[in-house]
């Protein structure tokens, strides 16, 4: 039988773990009886813990949230990922970084030192917070951590690279050689700001694709990203372009629309109100054509500002879209010699 404390703190986390728990089960796992089981479940209420019991062939119990915080109990991995989650808050601009860095300290002190250690080897800079991966994005703790400590060490990072659709028969690929800079996060997605070996220059890598292989190579010199700011960089790179932090192709329109409803929806766009029922937006993408296709989202009457090219890209949209609607989409990828808007490889990712 295990220790009395021990056995509450193990009731606990079983008790986070799922909704429901048949009190059978719980003895089961805790090696106690039915009775003991009771005891514990009472000795936890007592300390805060909303713990109802459920019907059933031999009842059960439920923990309930309640109306104050009690103490919690996470795992290993859950303390790593709400440190992380903390820190990338603190550059959220929502204006809860005080109160996220204050939690962070108390975390932290708290910490046993080998989850303090875990936390250390993980820096990175936030750039954009927002949702979190999807399940299929996600990145292991365990790769954060081998990347960020190649970037702390100023030593060459050595990993596969997975291609995101692999054909069948594809010859492997050799591992990919890169001195590795900076981590970064932006809009809930994990980068590394690297420069190439092998290609001799500076690329951006989705770091959920990235399998790291030990040990690791020589030390490097430190370079400076182009423009020497990361944020700027990365922004530049996600619009296209190797050192600018702005869009290739800019212009400016006139919608049908009031402020109010095209704010929500206008990105990094520039929004103007010019009465109850219309507003001017300034935006910019990789191509011309691309920009005209992102307005025509406002489902509304457009009225073109400037510059000429955003007029003629509506023209060739428009063939376009009437091509489509004739069933002739494939005939008309190409118009009068205006090859095909396609997006800049602003990011590594082999197809």
């Not at 021990?6 to 606990?12: A, E, G």
């Not at 997975?162 to 800079?181: F, L, M, T, Y």
């Given at each position: 039988?295990?220790?009395?404390?021990?056995r509450?703190?193990?009731?606990l986390?079983?008790?986070?773990s799922?909704?429901?728990?048949?009190?059978?089960?719980?003895?089961?796992?805790?090696?106690?009886?039915?009775?003991?089981v009771r005891?514990d479940i009472?000795?936890?209420?007592?300390?805060g813990?909303?713990?109802r019991?459920?019907?059933?062939?031999?009842?059960?119990?439920?923990l309930?949230?309640?109306?104050?915080?009690?103490?919690?109990l996470f795992?290993?991995?859950?303390?790593?990922?709400?440190?992380?989650?903390?820190q990338s808050a603190?550059?959220?601009?929502?204006?809860?970084?005080?109160a996220?860095?204050?939690?962070?300290?108390?975390?932290?002190?708290?910490?046993?030192s080998?989850l303090?250690?875990?936390?250390?080897?993980?820096?990175?800079?936030?750039l954009r917070p927002g949702?979190g991966?999807d399940a299929e994005?996600?990145?292991?703790?365990?790769?954060?951590?081998?990347?960020?400590a190649?970037?702390?060490?100023?030593?060459v990072?050595r990993?596969d690279?997975?291609?995101?659709?692999?054909?069948a028969?594809?010859d492997?690929?050799?591992?990919?050689?890169a001195?590795?800079?900076?981590?970064?996060?932006?809009?809930?997605?994990?980068?590394?700001?690297?420069w190439d070996?092998?290609?001799?220059?500076w690329?951006?890598?989705?770091?959920?694709?990235?399998?790291?292989?030990?040990?690791?190579g020589?030390?490097?010199?430190?370079?400076?990203?182009p423009?020497?700011?990361?944020?700027?960089y990365?922004?530049?790179?996600f619009?296209?372009?190797?050192?600018?932090?702005?869009?290739?192709?800019?212009g400016?329109?006139?919608?049908?629309?009031?402020a109010?409803?095209?704010?929500?929806?206008?990105?990094d766009?520039?929004v103007?109100?010019?009465g109850p029922?219309r507003?001017?937006?300034e935006?910019?993408?990789?191509?011309w054509?691309?920009?005209?296709a992102?307005l025509n989202?406002?489902d509304?009457?457009?009225e073109v500002?400037r510059?000429?090219?955003?007029?003629?890209?509506?023209?060739?949209l428009?063939?376009?879209?009437a091509?489509?609607?004739?069933?002739?989409?494939?005939?008309?990828?190409?118009?009068?010699?205006?090859?095909?808007?396609?997006?800049p490889?602003?990011?590594?990712?082999p197809?």
């Amino acid at each position: 039988m295990t220790a009395p404390t021990s056995r509450l703190l193990t009731l606990l986390s079983l008790l986070q773990s799922r909704r429901d728990w048949p009190g059978s089960t719980l003895a089961e796992r805790l090696e106690v009886s039915h009775r003991t089981v009771r005891r514990d479940i009472d000795r936890l209420r007592e300390m805060g813990y909303r713990i109802r019991a459920t019907r059933g062939p031999d009842g059960g119990y439920r923990l309930d949230a309640g109306t104050e915080l009690p103490p919690l109990l996470f795992d290993d991995e859950q303390v790593v990922a709400l440190a992380v989650a903390l820190q990338s808050a603190t550059a959220s601009g929502a204006g809860i970084e005080e109160a996220s860095l204050r939690a962070l300290t108390t975390i932290r002190q708290v910490m046993p030192s080998r989850l303090r250690h875990r936390l250390d080897a993980l820096t990175f800079t936030t750039l954009r917070p927002g949702p979190g991966d999807d399940a299929e994005d996600a990145v292991p703790t365990g790769v954060l951590i081998a990347i960020s400590a190649a970037v702390r060490a100023r030593e060459v990072l050595r990993f596969d690279y997975a291609s995101p659709a692999p054909h069948a028969g594809e010859d492997p690929v050799p591992p990919r050689r890169a001195e590795p800079h900076h981590l970064v996060t932006s809009h809930g997605r994990w980068y590394l700001v690297a420069w190439d070996l092998d290609r001799g220059e500076w690329r951006l890598f989705r770091a959920d694709r990235i399998m790291p292989r030990t040990p690791t190579g020589p030390r490097f010199a430190p370079r400076e990203v182009p423009g020497g700011d990361v944020a700027a960089y990365v922004s530049a790179r996600f619009k296209g372009s190797d050192r600018y932090d702005r869009w290739p192709c800019s212009g400016k329109v006139i919608l049908s629309l009031p402020a109010r409803d095209v704010l929500p929806f206008a990105g990094d766009g520039l929004v103007e109100d010019l009465g109850p029922e219309r507003c001017s937006l300034e935006a910019g993408s990789w191509s011309w054509v691309a920009l005209a296709a992102s307005l025509n989202r406002f489902d509304t009457e457009i009225e073109v500002v400037r510059p000429p090219a955003l007029l003629h890209a509506f023209g060739v949209l428009a063939k376009r879209n009437a091509a489509t609607a004739r069933g002739e989409g494939g005939a008309m990828s190409t118009l009068r010699g205006t090859p095909p808007s396609r997006p800049p490889r602003s990011i590594e990712a082999p197809s």
